[in-house]
């Protein structure tokens, strides 16, 4: 039988036993989702309008931001939905589109990680050729290669995961369409959906984690080398966010894959899901306005204009 023809919808069944629970949970969720829009809005405005932020380090920054807002509208509406009249149900097209732009996501936000971790790379340790090195067509192709590479990976492994035939049952016991519940489904041999999509999630996350991880060696090491403690301080000050936000990501998504889906139970993976796909998205850019005094003066000087143009 051909899954294609056969199935139209799958049923999420959301967070189940939480039920009851579930006015109470779509007001907190809610409330974090608009938290993340107007939170990176915010930084998208202020970047865009200050003359001082046109820099490679903001030109990246302004990609992140930009990257996180459809990262959680991938999950959060569908999410507050379910929340409302959970079981719902989701196309059979809805649900691919979701599991393909959510995986396409994700994987840009790996490679994006990975060039600001060498933008700052290059700032700290070969300042003098930094201009010359991170210029604007070096700039773009790094953010363009993250978009086209996250948009081009999961290709093989949606293909794969929806063409497997699908058992009778076509409830995704998850708030929406990911990987693991959606291969509880199926009813023929995962060997190579499994192996394909470990070999592309590994190299998709392992590589860009290992460059940054590379990158932050020889920052410390260079800034371990200024002599003044006021220097280094300041040397620090430059990456921190980046490195809290590189730390969140990678901490959470390691959280979930570490641990093996056959060990997981359905609660434990939503929460462990809810931390990566709702929670990291909204600390973001509450990291990079409250630490860093660019940001922050660039949001009082857009604050002071907007209001003085209303007087």
Same mark, same amino acid.
């Given at each position: 039988?051909?899954?294609?023809?056969?199935?139209?919808?799958?049923?999420?069944?959301?967070?189940? +036993? #939480?039920?009851?629970?579930?006015?109470?949970?779509?007001?907190?969720?809610?409330?974090?989702?608009? *938290?993340?829009?107007?939170?990176?809005?915010? $930084?998208?405005? *202020? $970047?865009?309008?200050?003359? +001082?932020?046109?820099?490679?380090?903001?030109?990246?920054?302004?990609?992140?931001?930009?990257?996180?807002?459809? /990262?959680?509208?991938?999950?959060?509406?569908?999410?507050?939905? #379910?929340?409302?009249?959970?079981?719902?149900?989701?196309?059979?097209?809805?649900? @691919?589109?979701?599991? /393909?732009?959510?995986?396409?996501?994700? @994987?840009?936000? &790996?490679?994006?990680?990975?060039?600001? %971790?060498?933008?700052?790379?290059?700032?700290?340790? +070969?300042?003098?050729?930094?201009?010359?090195? =991170?210029?604007?067509?070096?700039?773009?192709?790094?953010?363009?290669?993250?978009?086209?590479?996250?948009?081009?990976?999961? @290709?093989?492994?949606?293909? =794969?995961?929806?063409?497997?035939?699908? &058992?009778?049952? /076509?409830?995704?016991?998850?708030?929406?369409?990911?990987?693991?519940?959606?291969?509880?489904?199926?009813?023929?041999? #995962?060997?190579? *959906?499994?192996?394909?999509?470990? #070999?592309?999630? +590994?190299? @998709?996350?392992?590589?860009?984690?290992?460059?940054?991880?590379?990158?932050?060696?020889?920052?410390?090491?260079? *800034?371990?080398?200024?002599?003044?403690? %006021?220097?280094?301080?300041?040397?620090?000050?430059?990456?921190?966010?980046?490195l809290i936000v590189v730390t969140l990501y990678y901490g959470t998504l390691g959280t979930v894959y570490a641990i093996p889906t056959a060990t997981q139970t359905a609660s434990l993976h939503k929460i462990f899901s809810l931390l990566y796909t709702v929670i990291t998205p909204m600390i973001n850019p509450i990291v990079y306005s409250l630490r860093n005094k660019d940001v922050k003066k660039a949001t009082r000087r857009?604050?002071?204009?907007?209001? /003085?143009?209303? $007087?």
């Amino acid at each position: 039988m051909s899954n294609q023809t056969a199935i139209k919808e799958f049923l999420l069944l959301g967070f189940g +036993s #939480l039920h009851g629970l579930r006015f109470f949970l779509f007001g907190i969720f809610l409330g974090i989702y608009v *938290v993340t829009l107007l939170g990176n809005i915010l $930084i998208l405005t *202020v $970047i865009s309008s200050d003359h +001082s932020l046109q820099t490679p380090m903001y030109f990246f920054l302004f990609n992140f931001s930009f990257l996180e807002i459809w /990262y959680t509208t991938s999950i959060a509406p569908k999410m507050l939905q #379910l929340l409302l009249s959970a079981p719902r149900a989701i196309s059979f097209a809805a649900c @691919v589109a979701q599991f /393909y732009f959510f995986g396409s996501m994700a @994987v840009v936000e &790996c490679f994006l990680l990975a060039a600001m %971790s060498y933008d700052r790379y290059l700032a700290i340790c +070969s300042p003098l050729r930094y201009s010359a090195l =991170m210029n604007i067509r070096t700039c773009v192709l790094f953010a363009g290669g993250s978009w086209l590479g996250g948009f081009l990976t999961p @290709v093989a492994t949606v293909t =794969m995961t929806f063409q497997l035939p699908f &058992c009778a049952t /076509y409830e995704i016991d998850h708030f929406f369409c990911d990987l693991a519940p959606v291969l509880k489904l199926a009813c023929s041999d #995962l060997e190579t *959906v499994e192996k394909t999509t470990f #070999l592309m999630a +590994s190299f @998709v996350t392992m590589v860009p984690f290992l460059l940054t991880i590379a990158s932050y060696i020889y920052i410390v090491a260079a *800034v371990l080398r200024i002599p003044s403690s %006021s220097g280094k301080q300041r040397a620090f000050s430059t990456c921190s966010s980046h490195l809290i936000v590189v730390t969140l990501y990678y901490g959470t998504l390691g959280t979930v894959y570490a641990i093996p889906t056959a060990t997981q139970t359905a609660s434990l993976h939503k929460i462990f899901s809810l931390l990566y796909t709702v929670i990291t998205p909204m600390i973001n850019p509450i990291v990079y306005s409250l630490r860093n005094k660019d940001v922050k003066k660039a949001t009082r000087r857009l604050l002071s204009n907007w209001v /003085y143009t209303k $007087i």
